[in-house]
């Protein structure tokens, strides 16, 4: 299996690691709001869902309606044993080429002119 | 939304598209879309809870919507961050093959176009300034190209129309004359009996028909009113293959001598003159006082020969029996035979021609000649059309070498970007097409709204035409138009896109290699590039700019030609008897002497006079005659009018020797003559007399009843022109008294403002027959609407228009290059500012740039125009086309516009502070 994720496939991830047993839609697009500013659509996060969990990186389960939902119910999902797995190496990857450079690129070009 | 401000406690849920829905359920089968729309349905609540009003909310609801069917598996994120990211995943993949890169991948011009069109939200003000220009381009071509197409390339609308041929009557051997009395002596149209014989000689032929114009005075319905038509055989009918969409077309029993006199009607004139009325057929209809019985009416869309006839009509027994050869007035047309082309029966017809020479004298001097119909049609457009497809094809380069220009500078900028995209292994493919896809991005939007705009604009444009465009009524807007204006948008992208594209693509690379330092490196290479494009616009505008210029002052020479009698204060008014009067010469001169004296009596007139023929007043005629010098007898084609005596002085035309006429010389004296300088010098030369010719006395021949009939000159009068354009015509007058027709142009000279005799004019001559058309107009009024100076007026005006377009663009690019190279320049500017240039030196630099390059646009322009100009001669009036004050006027409006083009980027160096740019490196 690939280890390889997208940005925006870590990013839901660590939504569902934070959110734990209310991750479903709604609260996932708020939870990538909330901390990068960044406007997501739905359909673009289950998309992404639906792909992780056909590769085994997420579960889900159907919960229950509310009448604001038109009385549809919600789909909770779950980050999985291997989904985290997947998600710290990939991010680890990431850090480790992050390293002693990150806060470099803040000031760049001034911190690397000759 | 009301409801869930109204009640609180209910739950209210926006109606979600039940489209949009389908689609969503659909788009995410399988991956939860019950959940998602719901999802959706939670979050529009909590939005319209939280803020209390729903719109914004409603409008993030469609936004999503829209945005979650966006999103396509297969790809991860929002629609846009996400992908740029995935792209770049996936070339980076690709980065150690850089072949297995090529091609067209569909996916790859999808994220290209979803680029070009964020990169122009960006910068909507470049991106609107650039889709209306060639909003502009591409429209006016499309335009101009529809038009062309319709009337050049569409066959015309009769049964297998390029077997349809006219036959003419040439002539070949008049000699002995001067050579321009000769041109004119070249007589096309062909007498009845000529046109029997070709009927029944030429085997190559499957019809032949012979037609002319007539106007006829309408009587018996309302007003008496003068309508336009034809007179016509049944062979023109069986040759154009249309059928009448009512009753039946002329057959050839209706050619007989003795059959009764027919009518076909228009489809126009049957709706407008009998509301549609099925019951037509067999009417009689009442024309130039001769009843003539309904028997057919044309379908809707059939014209012929121009779209302004409202009538076909059989010609008169005294028409068909017509032997007289000499002259002639009718034009055939003939429908060659299938697998007969066009020079077997030219040579068939030729042979014919010999034959009738040998069987008639006067056919000997004649040949014949075979004309495709289709050519006749359209000439007369083909100079204006041809015109304005040279201006809009100009436009639309000058927008493609702007906007080329534009683009250029936009990559750039822009370079920094790409270079990363090349570091991240795009290739230079790649690159080339994302630049590309831009452009046609840019192109096909203004495609669009081009389109759309010659759509709109197509008929009031062709109904501003004056006179017309032969076949205006079958252009229209198809589907063929659609496809063409893709196609000149295509052109354009490619126009517009590949420039910057291959500059880009090199200069990224070179970026790429030397990533991180702040100068560029494509730098001077791009600069020179702009500075071509920017030369060509100039170049293309001086050329449009002097076309125009030569235009507008052909007008000018028109409007001031001077005809060489007064105009400003002569009325005109045409009258055309109907038939009672015709019986004799005697009842037509009657009315016109007593129409004369009542003109006369009326206060404010202080001269009035007939002529059969006058300028712009109608058509000119030239009946059949022949002159008697010392060298025989030679058969010519000039205008002869019939004039009442005072005509001269009315005109005030001096009678340079002999005498004018008096009204003793009537039907009872000696057949007179006066002839006008030109046609005497020309006819009689004699270089021992004063006035170069001998003239007096001299005699000219004309048709009578029985036998023909001499006329002696016996006066020669001062030349006056009969229209703007051309050479003074030979011509010769007889008085009214001997030489009767039954159409006079009354000349009334007035003391007071023309305008105010109008209805006094009217009244007086119709006092004399209520049943008679008069519409009086000014000769200054007729002179300024007719057709060819209509024709040079528009041509002036509309190509002005793309002129300044073409000029204001030109000036963009020039603005435009100098602003951004100053901005490029501004580290440079700075350090010499600091170093202590004056500011002026400076200033002056940027301006000097300017003008340089607006001054090598010029050289090429003027190049361009002496190119061109040769095209141009034949819609010039007295203007070279190489007339230096249009060229200098053109350029000096550059120059100056150029300057102004350039100080303005210049300001910008005054704002420069040294310190702080100098900081900011």
């Not at chain 1, 009448?67 to 990939?90: D, F, H, N, Q």
Request: proline share 5%.
């Amino acid at each position: 299996m690939s280890t390889s994720l997208g940005d925006f496939e870590k990013m839901i991830l660590f939504a569902l690691y934070r959110l734990g047993s209310d991750a479903y839609g709604v609260t996932i697009r708020g939870e990538i709001k909330d901390r990068t500013g960044r406007e997501v659509s739905i359909g673009s996060v289950y998309t992404a869902l639906h792909r992780m969990e056909k590769r085994g990186l997420v579960t889900a389960r159907m919960g229950e309606s509310t009448p604001e939902r038109g009385g549809r119910r919600k789909k909770y999902y779950r980050i999985t044993p291997v989904g985290a797995e997947v998600l710290s190496a990939s991010y680890e990857a990431l850090r480790r080429m992050a390293d002693g450079v990150a806060l470099d690129l803040l000031t760049y070009p001034e911190a690397s002119d000759v | 939304m009301s409801d869930a401000t109204q009640h609180p406690s209910s739950v209210f849920l926006p109606r979600i598209p039940r489209l949009g829905a389908l689609l969503l359920r659909l788009r995410f089968r399988g991956e939860g879309g019950e959940a998602l729309i719901g999802d959706l349905l939670e979050e529009y609540h909590h939005l319209v809870t939280a803020d209390g009003e729903s719109v914004r909310a409603r409008s993030w609801f469609r936004r999503q919507v829209f945005a979650s069917l966006m999103a396509r598996s297969g790809r991860t994120g929002d629609h846009l961050n996400g992908r740029l990211q995935a792209e770049a995943a996936g070339m980076s993949g690709s980065h150690g093959a850089p072949g297995s890169n090529r091609g067209f991948k569909l996916e790859d011009f999808r994220l290209d176009m979803i680029r070009a069109t964020r990169v122009f939200r960006r910068s909507p003000l470049l991106a609107a300034v650039t889709i209306i220009t060639l909003a502009i381009g591409i429209g006016a071509n499309t335009l101009i190209f529809s038009i062309f197409s319709d009337i050049f390339i569409k066959p015309l609308p009769y049964r297998d129309s390029e077997q349809l041929v006219s036959v003419y009557r040439i002539e070949e051997r008049v000699t002995g004359l001067d050579p321009s009395v000769e041109r004119l002596a070249n007589l096309y149209a062909v007498p009845y009996a000529l046109y029997l014989d070709w009927q029944e000689l030429g085997i190559h032929f499957d019809e032949i028909g012979a037609f002319s114009g007539t106007t006829l005075t309408l009587t018996g319905a309302g007003e008496p009113e003068q309508i336009r038509g034809m007179l016509a055989t049944a062979g023109v009918f069986g040759a154009l293959g249309v059928e009448p969409a009512l009753g039946r077309r002329f057959l050839p029993e209706d050619d007989e001598i003795g059959a009764d006199p027919a009518i076909i009607l228009s489809y126009r004139s049957w709706q407008r003159r009998f509301g549609g009325d099925e019951n037509v057929l067999s009417q009689s209809v009442s024309l130039g006082g001769v009843a003539y019985t309904v028997v057919g009416v044309m379908p809707q869309g059939f014209y012929f020969p121009s779209g302004r006839e409202e009538f076909w009509v059989t010609f008169s027994d005294d028409g068909k029996s017509s032997d007289f050869r000499p002259g002639g007035y009718l034009q055939t047309i003939a429908r060659l035979s299938p697998g007969i082309s066009l020079p077997a029966a030219q040579s068939q017809m030729d042979g014919v021609a010999a034959h009738l020479g040998e069987a008639y004298p006067s056919e000997s001097e004649h040949g014949v000649r075979l004309v495709p119909r289709h050519a006749l049609t359209v000439t007369a457009g083909r100079g204006q059309v041809m015109l304005f497809l040279g201006a809009a094809g100009i436009v639309l380069l000058i927008a493609c070498a702007n906007i080329a220009g534009l683009l250029l500078v936009r990559t750039m900028e822009r370079r920094r970007e790409l270079a990363v995209r090349v570091a991240l292994g795009a290739s230079q493919g790649r690159i080339i097409s994302q630049v590309m896809t831009e452009s046609l991005f840019l192109s096909l939007t203004g495609g669009v709204v081009g389109f759309v705009a010659a759509i709109v604009g197509l008929k009031p444009f062709l109904a501003a035409i004056p006179g017309g465009l032969p076949r205006a009524a079958e252009i229209t807007v198809d589907f063929k138009i659609l496809l063409l204006a893709v196609g000149i948008s295509l052109l354009t992208a490619l126009l517009t896109g590949l420039i910057p594209a291959l500059r880009s693509s090199r200069s990224a690379f070179d970026e790429a290699a030397a990533l991180g330092s702040t100068t560029s490196t494509g730098g001077r290479r791009n600069s020179r590039t702009q500075a071509v494009l920017v030369t060509v616009q100039v170049a293309l505008a001086f050329t449009l700019l002097t076309t125009t210029g030569l235009l507008a002052r052909s007008y000018l020479r028109l409007t001031q030609v001077d005809l060489g009698f007064e105009t400003d204060d002569l009325l005109v008014a045409r009258v055309t008897l109907p038939d009672p009067y015709r019986a004799t010469d005697e009842a037509q001169t009657r009315f016109f002497t007593e129409a004369i004296a009542e003109v006369r009596a009326l206060p404010g007139v202080e001269g009035v006079a007939v002529s059969s023929q006058f300028p712009y007043v109608g058509g000119t005629y030239s009946p059949p005659a022949a002159i008697e010098t010392p060298n025989g007898l030679y058969e010519v084609a000039i205008p002869r009018l019939s004039i009442s005596p005072d005509f001269f002085q009315v005109m005030d035309l001096s009678i340079l020797s002999g005498r004018g006429f008096t009204p003793d010389d009537n039907q009872d004296g000696p057949a007179v003559a006066v002839v006008n300088e030109t046609l005497a010098r020309r006819a009689w030369p004699d270089s021992t007399n004063p006035l170069g010719t001998s003239a007096l006395g001299a005699r000219i021949q004309i048709p009578g009843d029985t036998d023909p009939i001499w006329i002696t000159v016996v006066g020669i009068a001062e030349d006056f022109r009969f229209w703007h354009e051309g050479p003074v015509w030979p011509l010769y007058f007889m008085p009214y008294t001997q030489d009767t027709v039954y159409f006079y142009t009354f000349v009334v000279r007035t003391g007071v403002d023309p305008s105010s005799l109008i209805g006094p004019l009217r009244d007086a001559i119709s006092s004399l027959d209520r049943n008679l058309p008069v519409a009086p107009s000014l000769l200054v009024d007729r002179m300024r609407t007719t057709p060819a100076l209509i024709g040079v007026r528009f041509g002036a005006i509309a190509l002005g228009l793309l002129a300044t377009i073409a000029g204001l663009l030109a000036l963009m690019g020039i603005y435009g290059m100098l602003a951004f190279t100053i901005s490029r320049q501004t580290r440079e500017i700075g350090i010499r500012i600091a170093l202590g240039a004056r500011l002026q030196q400076i200033v002056q630099g940027v301006v000097v740039r300017g003008l340089r390059l607006a001054g090598i646009g010029l050289l090429a322009g003027l190049f361009l125009t002496l190119l061109v100009g040769s095209l141009l001669r034949s819609a010039l009036f007295e203007v070279s086309p190489t007339d230096p004050v249009t060229l200098g006027a053109a350029a000096l409006i550059i120059l100056t516009a150029t300057l102004f083009a350039s100080l303005l980027p210049a300001r910008r160096v005054t704002r420069i502070d040294p310190v702080e740019t100098l900081r900011r490196e």
